[in-house]
């Protein structure tokens, strides 16, 4: 018999629905019967007590919302009734005690990654061109086209070919309604590339470098030099205009900083300097060529488990979020730190309300006392300027059952696991330390996985309940959807499905140690994440102002 409803925490003092229930229906959980007052679509929480104004609502065991007036028990939990609440927080000396999965059937793994000469392993094999500002993005957009067509990198000729037959309906006098564009075809490009060891050419495209302040200039040098640095990047080409205020020497110095011993192939170009545009392009182009010769020369090697940096990132949220893909992620971590590798949870405003647990898991009290520091000037930042961290669930998460910040944070804090905390890092900070780290970010989804892959993130599992098409350049990006419906209406952008879970089909633990298996074949090249056959290369700088 399918489970109709959840009760997450033994103390918590709502139930979520699984399915659809109706107004008036009489549920029985643990013994109690609750007759709703309402409607409960999937996804949403009822009450499990009368609750008066002011009452805390309590759900993953913590405090996420207070009740704005008197609720009757079997009542829905909505925006009306039920506000943000979140329980303060502090340093307490550490004493966590943790219980690490087991790893027995994972021991001695390998995954076939591409090693460097600094003994990082890449998961993917990728040339990146770099503008300096966003001056460059036409001319970056040009030698995309003329590289990604000629060497087998694009994605779009099913829909060229969609085109071609309307043009031809069109010409034809045909109505464009009812022409026959069926047989568009969906051929795979990867079988027309020249270099087989080059797994893409990648285009950091963004609208920064001038323009801005200084300190916007600032970031974006060491975001662009920890790109460069990534261990799936194995060469690179930057386009300069000249004048801005990102100049070639800052992203340099960053890059020496970041990486003293730097040796990939590294071409810059200014064009200030340049005889022509035409020149600075067929030039580019050339070098580029030539350094694709030599990185193609490359191959995957096997590599311990321990290699592998896992980014965790939630987008387009849900109800189920917090039930399913996201603990079911979190088993993963858990594995996956336990066999030596690295875990990146980034999204502080979607750490709201679960910062006390990461607290008390921080070993470190330097450490612990960084990610307070982080997390207050943060949610400051937002308040000056009349938001803050309680105003980050966007329109389609409170629909979806996600009514308070506090609601959505605790469950996306699900995906970290249940590991110690080793480390927090600032934005743009390197990941140096294996086990979980904290990484600060905003809870954007494309700021966030732009964050994780500066971090070191070399696979991202990005989960979803309503569907979101992110990926990122030099990353590859894993979508785990949390139910089936939505597997199956989008099913071209979802690579595994935590449905099972909600269903009672499988347990967390079962579904996370599928997705670590999935996530070896993905680092290995066996299996390509749909964002990354799609070229979703999802790229926006964080500027370090508000953004949640």
């Given at each position: 018999m399918v489970t109709r409803i959840l009760k997450i925490h033994p103390n918590d003092n709502v139930l979520v629905a699984l399915q659809d229930l109706a107004k008036g229906e009489t549920i029985i959980h643990d013994g109690h019967e609750y007759t709703l007052q309402d409607d409960i679509q999937a996804k949403h929480k009822f009450f499990m007590q009368d609750m008066n104004a002011g009452d805390h609502i309590i759900m993953y065991g913590v405090l996420v919302g207070k009740a704005q007036h008197f609720i009757l028990k079997g009542g829905l939990m909505d925006t009306e009734n039920t506000k943000h609440a979140s329980d303060p927080y502090e340093f307490r000396p550490y004493n966590y005690e943790w219980h690490a999965p087991d790893v027995s059937k994972f021991e001695g793994r390998t995954f076939n990654g591409y090693v460097r000469n600094d003994g990082r392993v890449g998961t993917a094999n990728y040339w990146l061109f770099i503008p300096t500002v966003f001056c460059e993005n036409r001319n970056l957009d040009v030698i995309r086209?003329?590289?990604?067509?000629?060497?087998?990198?694009?994605?779009?000729?099913?829909?060229?070919?969609?085109?071609?037959?309307?043009?031809?309906?069109?010409?034809?006098?045909?109505?464009?309604?009812?022409?026959?564009?069926?047989?568009?075809?969906n051929a795979n490009p990867a079988a027309n590339r020249i270099f087989k060891n080059v797994d893409g050419i990648k285009f950091l495209n963004h609208q920064g470098g001038c323009g801005g302040t200084r300190q916007d200039a600032a970031v974006l040098s060491k975001l662009l030099a920890a790109y460069a640095d990534h261990p799936n990047v194995a060469g690179v080409t930057v386009l300069s205009l000249g004048c801005q205020n990102l100049q070639v020497q800052d992203f340099m110095d960053d890059l020496k900083h970041r990486s003293p011993n730097f040796d990939k192939p590294l071409f810059i170009f200014e064009q200030q300097q340049s005889q022509s545009e035409e020149q600075l392009v067929k030039e580019a182009i050339r070098k580029t060529f030539i350094g694709l010769t030599e990185i193609n020369k490359i191959e995957r090697q096997p590599a311990p488990l321990s290699k592998l940096v896992l980014g965790?990132?939630?987008?387009?949220?849900?109800?189920?979020?917090?039930?399913?893909?996201?603990?079911?992620?979190?088993?993963?971590?858990?594995?996956?730190?336990?066999?030596?590798?690295?875990?990146?949870?980034?999204?502080?405003?979607?750490l709201c309300g679960a910062e006390q647990q990461l607290i008390d898991r921080t070993k470190d009290e330097t450490a612990a006392r960084k990610?307070?520091?982080?997390?207050?000037?943060?949610?400051?930042?937002?308040?000056?300027?009349?938001?803050?961290?309680?105003?980050?669930?966007?329109?389609?998460?409170?629909?979806?059952?996600?009514?308070?910040?506090?609601?959505?944070?605790?469950?996306?804090?699900?995906?970290?696991?249940?590991?110690?905390?080793e480390d927090v890092l600032d934005y743009t900070e390197p990941?140096?330390?294996?086990?979980?780290?904290?990484?600060?970010?905003?809870?954007?989804?494309?700021?966030?996985?732009?964050?994780?892959?500066?971090?070191?993130?070399?696979?991202?599992?990005?989960?979803?309940?309503?569907?979101?098409?992110?990926?990122?350049?030099?990353?590859?990006?894993?979508?785990?959807?949390?139910?089936?419906?939505?597997?199956?209406?989008?099913?071209?952008?979802?690579?595994?499905?935590?449905?099972?879970?909600?269903?009672?089909?499988?347990?967390?633990?079962?579904?996370?140690?599928?997705?670590?298996?999935?996530?070896?074949?993905?680092?290995?090249?066996?299996?390509?994440p749909k964002a990354v056959l799609l070229n979703q290369d999802d790229f926006i700088p964080w500027k370090r102002g508000v953004s949640l």
């Open positions: 086209e003329a590289l990604h067509n000629e060497l087998g990198y694009a994605v779009t000729d099913k829909y060229k070919s969609y085109t071609h037959q309307l043009v031809d309906a069109y010409k034809n006098g045909e109505s464009l309604a009812e022409a026959d564009t069926s047989a568009i075809g965790v990132k939630c987008g387009g949220s849900d109800g189920f979020s917090g039930i399913s893909a996201n603990p079911a992620v979190g088993y993963t971590s858990d594995l996956l730190v336990a066999l030596g590798g690295t875990v990146l949870l980034a999204e502080f405003p979607e990610f307070i520091q982080l997390m207050t000037a943060y949610n400051q930042a937002a308040e000056n300027v009349g938001s803050g961290f309680f105003m980050n669930p966007s329109p389609g998460n409170i629909k979806d059952g996600l009514i308070t910040d506090a609601i959505k944070s605790t469950g996306a804090a699900k995906k970290g696991g249940t590991s110690p905390v990941a140096t330390k294996p086990g979980l780290n904290l990484v600060c970010t905003p809870g954007n989804d494309v700021e966030a996985t732009t964050g994780k892959a500066a971090s070191g993130a070399t696979l991202i599992l990005f989960t979803t309940g309503l569907g979101t098409p992110t990926g990122n350049p030099v990353c590859p990006t894993i979508k785990v959807a949390t139910n089936n419906k939505l597997t199956k209406r989008m099913g071209d952008i979802i690579d595994i499905n935590c449905g099972p879970v909600i269903e009672g089909e499988k347990t967390i633990e079962e579904m996370g140690a599928d997705i670590l298996e999935y996530c070896i074949k993905a680092a290995s090249g066996e299996v390509i």
